[in-house]
């Protein structure tokens, strides 16, 4: 009986036991199944993250079959270097190679009787490349390095391939890609004899034929084991080559030597040997461009930011510009003649036809440490036409740096006005202030229209705008056209900035990096011809509207402004219309002339660098003229139209508020809609004088004494410069008040003289006399009221002792006077006046 109870009780145990054991049995299946999925889906995502970076990676990857084109040409010549050309094709500016000599292929192939050396290869690879016979074309240290190419398939598809590429990891992972690719598919021999013959050994001397050629003078297959030597450590380090550091490149050859024979690469006879050797190195050929060197320059400077310098210089481009061959060689031959005659030397011997429009220097005039440069511009392209390196004492150099603006920005300070409601006939006051700040010619000049202080470059005017704008504000509109306003600024900028104004507010050029700039290139093409740039279209931006344009135009171009500090007639004056303006540094050692037509922009510059020498500011005009004159001389003289926006009206000068027939000159102005003058001018106004006594008359001064004159009524702060200028000032004391005899027939009793009045005021008195006709009573304001204002009517019945008429002088205050007419039928006038004062 006890052991029946005892199974089902063991039963249920076992079950309970198999039960547990099912479920930790399917927990563990569980799991393993998930994590299988997870794992599953992790190795998914590896898959798809791995296949979507590679294609990333290898996206647009350059064909490596280009290689053999570029560097095994079937005629046996490398690629050739790139050359520099002007706007037609014709005429060469620059080559980039150390001789006129075209590059050759040399091969590694023993067999032939002009191959490289042995030893040349050898040095390479140790230096270079030691791996080179083992690895797969690429090494995996340098990753994080991407300006590290450890192979030399690596460098050739660095140099050849993924030249336009911004290092990156990326471009470091692709770069060995295609190193495996070439070494698969040409083999490690033609890699090898491909980078002996397109490495840069320095001076632009691509390949070591051409590198044999400039520094030993030989061909490369004659070269000797410690030339080669040489070579080898050159083309590590190109710029410590023989010539720029002759005894640094002979010590790293023998270095080389030293590494060659431990290695067991050559016999230790002919290490000897070679140690021992100094070899001969042959002179610095000419690198500086015989024509325009400023201006290849410049190209080299805007193609930088396009393509590295490296890849330009190792050949296969040519660069059409947008020079003008002709332009640029008169423009170059006038510059020189200019700073020999500024320096005090004779004239360049040189056909210079453009020489005869240059007018002569002022007299006295000798500046023997000084300089000269300018720029020619075609503001419709942006394109640069011309460039004079500074030119110091009748010789070009290529330097074009950029210099001091002191003034010649003065413009967009007024423009900044403009933009604020000024305009060119707005009224500024060159005259003494609190800053004391001083114009060029250490004097001022008082009233004058805004388009004058601009032409004539006053300082006073100028800084009152600027403070009025405040600097933050000229200075984001200067910005706009590509002007700093703290730094130095270049010829180029200043053409392409004021070039803006010439074509009523479009800027024409190209992007430069971060930088919108006039262009020296047209197009750059590849050795296949191929387009690799083409710039023969430019680019328009709107810097400004025509309007504002037009009014900055129509100031600089108005020739008279520039009259009362350059003279009549002066060099600005071409015979065509032409915005100019001048600009000098207060210590008067940088001075610009900067002007424009319609078709070409001239700036030039001048520096003065000796101790206690300085430019006059019209110096710079001297060039200016002759440039402009040549460069203009088979375009027409057009000029500029005014725009839709833009109001010409009479006004009165220097005001430039409406005309009134006090006004002593009339002129013709411009004014952007909405801006023009509603008010007459005030600053010139008549008065009446006493001629004996010179005070101002009154209603008592006798009217056979009173002259009627017009003088400037200038501010309180102008009163000390009008004084000492030699101004007429108005006289501010009014005559000596005497009451007239009384006329008994014509009188005014009530109010009496010089009593205060207020209200309703009753005038009475008398109005009477043989040939009575009528009479009137009138008001008028001040000692001397310009305007009489009649209170009541005409009145036909005389009056004794009476009533003449109320005024109400409600309103009304201050010094009035208070006349009575009576007029007779023989039209004889009886007056009688008194003074009072309304104080309501």
């Known amino acids: 009986m006890i052991m029946r109870n005892t199974i089902p009780i063991l039963r249920a145990r076992r079950e309970k036991r198999l039960a547990r054991q099912r479920a930790a049995s399917n927990r563990t299946r569980s799991t393993v199944l998930s994590l299988g999925m997870v794992l599953s889906v992790i190795l998914a995502a590896l898959i798809l993250i791995s296949a979507y970076t590679y294609s990333n990676i290898t996206r647009d990857l350059p064909s490596i079959e280009t290689l053999p084109s570029l560097l095994n040409p079937p005629d046996g010549l490398l690629l050739q270097p790139t050359q520099i050309y002007d706007r037609t094709g014709l005429h060469l500016l620059y080559t980039f190679a150390p001789t006129e000599s075209?590059?050759?292929?040399?091969?590694?192939?023993?067999?032939?009787?002009?191959?490289?050396?042995?030893?040349?290869?050898?040095?390479?690879?140790?230096?270079?490349?030691?791996?080179?016979?083992?690895?797969?074309?690429?090494?995996?240290?340098?990753?994080?390095?991407?300006?590290?190419?450890?192979?030399?398939?690596?460098?050739?598809v660095a140099d050849l391939l993924l030249y336009d590429e911004p290092p990156s990891l990326k471009r470091a992972i692709r770069e060995r890609i295609l190193a495996a690719q070439i070494t698969s598919r040409f083999g490690r021999t033609q890699i090898l004899e491909w980078y002996l013959n397109s490495t840069s050994y320095g001076r632009h001397a691509f390949g070591a034929d051409a590198a044999a050629q400039l520094y030993f003078g030989k061909p490369a297959s004659e070269l000797t084991l410690a030339e080669a030597a040489i070579l080898a450590a050159v083309s590590e380090t190109p710029s410590l080559n023989p010539i720029d550091a002759p005894e640094v490149a002979i010590q790293r050859g023998r270095e080389v030597l030293h590494v060659l024979d431990s290695l067991k690469l050559v016999d230790s006879a002919d290490t000897s040997n070679a140690l021992a050797e100094t070899p001969a190195i042959q002179p610095a050929p000419p690198t500086d461009p015989h024509v325009a060197p400023a201006f290849v320059n410049l190209?080299?400077?805007?193609?930088?930011?396009?393509?590295?310098?490296?890849?330009?210089?190792?050949?296969?481009?040519?660069?059409?510009?947008?020079?003008?061959?002709?332009?640029?060689?008169?423009?170059?031959?006038?510059?020189?003649?200019?700073?020999?005659?500024?320096?005090?030397?004779?004239?360049?011997?040189?056909?210079?036809?453009?020489?005869?429009?240059?007018?002569?220097?002022?007299?006295?005039?000798?500046?023997?440490?000084?300089?000269?440069?300018?720029?020619?511009?075609?503001?419709?392209?942006?394109?640069?036409?011309?460039?004079?390196?500074?030119?110091?004492?009748?010789?070009?150099?290529?330097?074009?740096?950029?210099?001091?603006p002191g003034?010649?920005?003065?413009?967009?300070?007024?423009?900044?006005?403009?933009?604020?409601?000024?305009?060119?006939?707005?009224?500024?006051?060159?005259?003494p202030g609190e800053d004391n700040v001083q114009n060029f010619d250490n004097?001022?000049?008082?009233?004058?229209?805004?388009?004058?202080?601009?032409?004539?470059?006053?300082?006073?005017?100028?800084?009152?705008?600027?403070?009025?704008?405040?600097?933050?504000?000229?200075?984001?509109?200067?910005?706009?056209?590509?002007?700093?306003?703290?730094?130095?600024?270049?010829?180029?900028?200043?053409?392409?900035?004021?070039?803006?104004?010439?074509?009523?507010?479009?800027?024409?050029?190209?992007?430069?990096?971060?930088?919108?700039?006039?262009?020296?290139?047209?197009?750059?093409?590849?050795?296949?011809?191929?387009?690799?740039?083409?710039?023969?279209?430019?680019?328009?931006?709107?810097?400004?509207?025509?309007?504002?344009?037009?009014?900055?135009?129509?100031?600089?171009?108005?020739?008279?402004?520039?009259?009362?500090?350059?003279?009549?007639?002066?060099?600005?004056?071409?015979?065509?219309?032409?915005?100019?303006?001048?600009?000098?540094?207060?210590?008067?050692?940088?001075?610009?002339?900067?002007?424009?037509?319609?078709?070409?922009?001239?700036?030039?510059?001048?520096?003065?660098?000796?101790?206690?020498?300085?430019?006059?500011?019209?110096?710079?005009?001297?060039?200016?003229?002759?440039?402009?004159?040549?460069?203009?001389?088979?375009?027409?003289?057009?000029?500029?139209?005014?725009?839709?926006?833009?109001?010409?009206?009479?006004?009165?000068?220097?005001?430039?508020?409406?005309?009134?027939?006090?006004?002593?000159?009339?002129?013709?102005?411009?004014?952007?809609?909405?801006?023009?003058?509603?008010?007459?001018?005030?600053?010139?106004?008549?008065?009446?004088?006493?001629?004996?006594?010179?005070?101002?008359?009154?209603?008592?001064t006798p009217p056979a004494l009173i002259d009627r004159r017009v003088y400037m009524v200038v501010p309180a702060e102008a009163r000390v410069w009008a004084e000492s200028a030699g101004v007429q000032i108005p006289p501010s004391a009014y005559d000596a008040i005497q009451a007239p005899a009384v006329n008994p027939n014509v009188n005014i009793t009530a109010p009496a003289l010089f009593s205060d009045v207020h209200g309703k005021v009753q005038i009475r008195g008398t109005a009477a006399g043989d040939n009575f006709a009528y009479f009137r009573v009138q008001v008028g304001k001040g000692l001397d009221p310009e305007q009489w204002i009649q209170v009541g009517v005409d009145v036909n019945t005389p009056v004794t002792n009476g009533l003449l008429a109320e005024w109400d002088t409600t309103g009304l205050s201050g010094l009035y006077a208070v006349q009575l007419q009576v007029v007779r039928s023989d039209q004889v006038v009886d007056t009688a006046i008194i003074q009072v004062t309304i104080s309501n």
């Open 102 to 156: 075209p590059r050759r292929y040399i091969p590694l192939n023993e067999q032939n009787p002009q191959h490289l050396p042995k030893a040349l290869a050898d040095a390479v690879i140790a230096m270079a490349d030691p791996g080179f016979w083992n690895h797969a074309g690429y090494a995996l240290n340098g990753l994080d390095n991407p300006e590290l190419h450890p192979t030399l398939a690596q460098r050739l």
């Open 299 to 404: 190209v080299l400077s805007q193609l930088d930011s396009r393509f590295p310098r490296a890849r330009i210089e190792r050949g296969g481009l040519t660069i059409i510009t947008s020079l003008d061959f002709d332009l640029q060689r008169q423009a170059s031959c006038v510059t020189e003649v200019y700073a020999a005659r500024l320096a005090g030397l004779p004239d360049p011997k040189a056909d210079c036809d453009a020489a005869r429009f240059l007018p002569s220097l002022p007299p006295g005039i000798t500046i023997p440490d000084s300089s000269a440069s300018a720029i020619i511009l075609d503001p419709q392209t942006g394109q640069v036409l011309a460039a004079v390196g500074e030119t110091r004492q009748g010789l070009e150099t290529p330097l074009f740096a950029a210099h001091r």
């Open 407 to 431: 003034s010649s920005l003065d413009a967009f300070a007024y423009l900044t006005g403009f933009t604020r409601g000024l305009s060119p006939a707005t009224l500024m006051w060159d005259i």
């Open 443 to 700: 004097q001022y000049h008082g009233p004058m229209r805004l388009r004058v202080a601009m032409a004539n470059d006053y300082q006073v005017p100028v800084e009152s705008v600027r403070a009025q704008m405040g600097l933050e504000s000229v200075t984001k509109i200067a910005s706009s056209f590509g002007i700093d306003l703290n730094s130095d600024v270049s010829l180029l900028k200043l053409a392409g900035a004021y070039g803006v104004f010439g074509t009523q507010g479009i800027y024409f050029g190209q992007s430069l990096g971060d930088e919108f700039s006039p262009t020296t290139i047209l197009r750059v093409e590849g050795a296949d011809h191929s387009a690799w740039l083409d710039w023969t279209t430019p680019d328009a931006r709107a810097v400004v509207t025509p309007a504002l344009a037009y009014l900055m135009t129509d100031a600089l171009s108005d020739e008279s402004a520039r009259w009362p500090s350059l003279g009549r007639p002066n060099v600005t004056e071409i015979g065509r219309p032409a915005g100019v303006k001048v600009g000098e540094t207060s210590d008067g050692l940088d001075a610009w002339l900067i002007g424009y037509t319609p078709s070409r922009v001239v700036v030039t510059w001048t520096g003065a660098h000796g101790q206690g020498e300085s430019v006059p500011p019209r110096l710079p005009a001297v060039l200016w003229n002759a440039l402009m004159q040549y460069a203009s001389r088979d375009l027409p003289a057009d000029g500029w139209t005014a725009p839709q926006g833009v109001t010409t009206m009479t006004v009165c000068d220097p005001s430039g508020l409406l005309p009134t027939k006090e006004c002593p000159n009339l002129v013709s102005e411009v004014f952007l809609n909405g801006n023009e003058p509603i008010q007459a001018d005030n600053l010139f106004r008549e008065f009446s004088v006493n001629r004996e006594t010179g005070f101002l008359a009154t209603v008592f």
